[in-house]
């Protein structure tokens, strides 16, 4: 065994997952491993895996089956939330050392030293099976980022229950994050050159429930106050959060981008009563016309599930009725996919996969269009982009409300904030040239 051993991470799922694994990255490091590529060969491998679909399921075994294949000599570690759920199905694959769920996701660094020190493979998978919020918040923290944009894990844990939904039982009650905490790590990576931090959850909305006094408006002014602070952005909301005193308050941070993504799922107020959401569709209009009236250039971007069970053809037309009216930025579009173990699985009347598939086409051609247009009403204007990637001198970066902007330059862009004309768009993107100071 080489005297630095090396670690491969597969992370799956959401941005939570993406922040948790990084944390796990930097631990492996302070132990002495180095981490690479989860394409490369290691001799560790730790699969972070989603279980929010079957397909889900499907693809975690997939990557685990891929990093065995990859090496078959390395220790393979799984952790997430497929294996809380499922830690039996994981451990029956052959090769796998170590199955722990999300509680102390952080142990399988602990583990892969074990494994490392031991120098062999385990006979039968070491299981770690304790619910999900048995240690309540699990400390971590990350102190560097890949690119200008950081993710930051505020909360995690669920209680809505939805009909759809088995992450709930994946990722346990509600849990906050401490608020010092969170501004110690947020300034810690402002200090580090950090351009934004995207602030998330399970369900981020629910931040500061389990704590006395304090609310998520609380927390983003906190932040806000934070020397030299860059943009501030929040993962996906329930639209049920947007009330007017929220509204109010966020308005006057110089920090939050006017960019929010909420989990809306359907514009059917009958399909979201059958779901099992704390809203419905005029709550959710409400909620974004209250936004657009208090932040500048505000946009909006949003989940839909079309299929959902017993979903009609005249609720499918109030979806698109909704869609059209609130005009997304954009829409992750998910046919709904039957999950064992939730309430929708078995109701009655599940729609066929070919008009879940027909409903999926029409929606996301209106999404196309409304796009397109929202690319066109910048064009000819100056926006401030933030840089974050770079291929053959085209830079790529993000307005504060989302938008895509590529710009040429042969200087280099990245992390920089400069204004951009913009000229055009192809209905995805717009292409601009830098604007002089």
Same mark, same amino acid.
């Given at each position: 065994?080489?005297?630095?051993?090396?670690?491969?991470?597969?992370?799956?799922?959401?941005?939570?997952?993406?922040?948790?694994?990084?944390?796990?990255?930097?631990?492996?490091?302070?132990?002495?491993?180095?981490?690479?590529?989860?394409?490369?060969?290691?001799?560790?491998?730790?699969?972070?895996?989603?279980?929010?679909?079957?397909?889900?399921?499907?693809?975690?075994?997939?990557?685990?089956?891929?990093?065995?294949?990859?090496?078959?000599?390395?220790?393979?570690?799984?952790?997430?939330?497929?294996?809380?759920?499922?830690?039996?199905?994981?451990?029956?694959?052959?090769?796998?050392?170590?199955?722990?769920?999300?509680?102390?996701?952080?142990? $399988?660094?602990?583990?892969?030293?074990?494994?490392?020190?031991?120098?062999?493979?385990? #006979?039968?998978?070491?299981?770690?099976?304790?619910?999900?919020?048995?240690?309540?918040?699990?400390?971590?923290?990350?102190?560097?980022?890949?690119?200008?944009?950081?993710?930051?894990?505020?909360?995690?844990?669920?209680?809505?229950?939805?009909?759809?939904?088995?992450?709930?039982?994946?990722?346990?009650?509600?849990?906050?994050?401490?608020?010092?905490? $969170?501004?110690?790590?947020?300034?810690?990576?402002?200090?580090?050159?950090?351009?934004?931090?995207?602030?998330?959850?399970?369900?981020?909305?629910?931040?500061?429930?389990?704590?006395?006094?304090?609310?998520?408006? #609380?927390?983003?002014?906190?932040?806000?106050?934070?020397?030299?602070?860059?943009?501030?952005?929040?993962?996906?909301?329930?639209?049920?959060?947007?009330?007017?005193?929220?509204?109010?308050?966020?308005?006057?941070?110089?920090?939050?981008?006017?960019?929010?993504?909420?989990? $809306?799922?359907?514009?059917?107020?009958?399909?979201?009563?059958?779901?099992?959401?704390?809203?419905?569709?005029?709550?959710?209009?409400?909620?974004?016309?209250?936004?657009?009236?208090?932040?500048?250039?505000?946009?909006?971007?949003?989940?839909?599930?079309?299929?959902?069970?017993?979903?009609?053809?005249?609720?499918?037309?109030?979806?698109?009725?909704?869609?059209?009216?609130?005009?997304?930025?954009?829409?992750?579009?998910?046919?709904?996919?039957?999950?064992?173990?939730?309430?929708?699985?078995?109701?009655?009347?599940?729609?066929?996969?070919?008009?879940?598939?027909?409903?999926?086409?029409?929606?996301?051609?209106?999404?196309?269009?409304?796009?397109?247009?929202?690319?066109?009403?910048?064009?000819?204007?100056?926006?401030?982009?933030?840089?974050?990637?770079?291929?053959? #001198?085209?830079?790529?970066?993000?307005?504060?409300?989302?938008?895509?902007?590529?710009?040429?330059?042969?200087?280099?862009?990245?992390?920089?904030?400069?204004?951009?004309?913009?000229?055009?768009? #192809?209905?995805?993107?717009?292409?601009?040239?830098?604007?002089?100071?």
């Amino acid at each position: 065994m080489k005297n630095q051993p090396t670690a491969g991470i597969y992370t799956l799922g959401c941005k939570v997952n993406q922040y948790e694994s990084e944390a796990i990255a930097e631990r492996l490091c302070e132990a002495g491993f180095s981490v690479l590529s989860p394409r490369d060969l290691c001799d560790v491998y730790i699969i972070n895996t989603c279980t929010v679909t079957a397909e889900s399921d499907r693809k975690a075994r997939q990557f685990i089956r891929r990093a065995i294949h990859q090496n078959p000599e390395a220790y393979i570690l799984v952790t997430g939330c497929f294996s809380q759920i499922s830690p039996q199905v994981v451990a029956a694959i052959p090769g796998v050392d170590y199955v722990c769920g999300n509680a102390d996701k952080q142990s $399988v660094v602990q583990a892969a030293l074990e494994l490392i020190q031991k120098g062999q493979k385990n #006979d039968l998978p070491a299981l770690k099976t304790e619910a999900p919020d048995a240690d309540g918040f699990e400390s971590m923290r990350i102190r560097r980022f890949d690119r200008t944009r950081a993710y930051l894990k505020i909360e995690d844990g669920c209680e809505s229950r939805c009909a759809y939904c088995i992450i709930p039982a994946a990722r346990g009650k509600i849990r906050s994050k401490k608020p010092e905490d $969170v501004i110690a790590e947020v300034t810690e990576l402002t200090k580090n050159g950090c351009r934004e931090v995207v602030l998330t959850g399970i369900e981020t909305a629910s931040w500061g429930k389990d704590l006395e006094g304090w609310s998520l408006a #609380d927390l983003l002014e906190r932040v806000d106050a934070i020397p030299g602070i860059g943009r501030v952005r929040l993962g996906s909301l329930d639209p049920s959060l947007i009330r007017p005193d929220f509204v109010e308050r966020i308005a006057r941070l110089h920090s939050l981008a006017p960019h929010f993504h909420l989990s $809306v799922q359907s514009g059917s107020s009958t399909v979201l009563a059958r779901m099992r959401r704390k809203y419905n569709a005029q709550t959710a209009r409400n909620g974004m016309e209250l936004l657009r009236k208090a932040i500048p250039n505000v946009q909006f971007t949003t989940d839909i599930i079309v299929g959902f069970p017993q979903e009609s053809d005249e609720e499918f037309e109030e979806t698109l009725a909704f869609v059209r009216e609130a005009g997304f930025l954009m829409i992750h579009i998910f046919p709904y996919s039957r999950r064992k173990g939730t309430p929708a699985d078995t109701m009655p009347g599940q729609i066929p996969e070919a008009v879940k598939h027909e409903r999926e086409k029409r929606l996301s051609e209106l999404q196309t269009e409304i796009k397109r247009s929202i690319l066109d009403s910048a064009t000819g204007k100056t926006v401030q982009v933030l840089f974050e990637t770079n291929e053959n #001198d085209a830079w790529t970066g993000h307005t504060p409300n989302f938008l895509e902007v590529v710009c040429q330059s042969n200087s280099p862009l990245h992390g920089e904030i400069r204004n951009v004309r913009v000229e055009r768009n #192809d209905g995805d993107r717009c292409y601009g040239t830098l604007a002089e100071p």
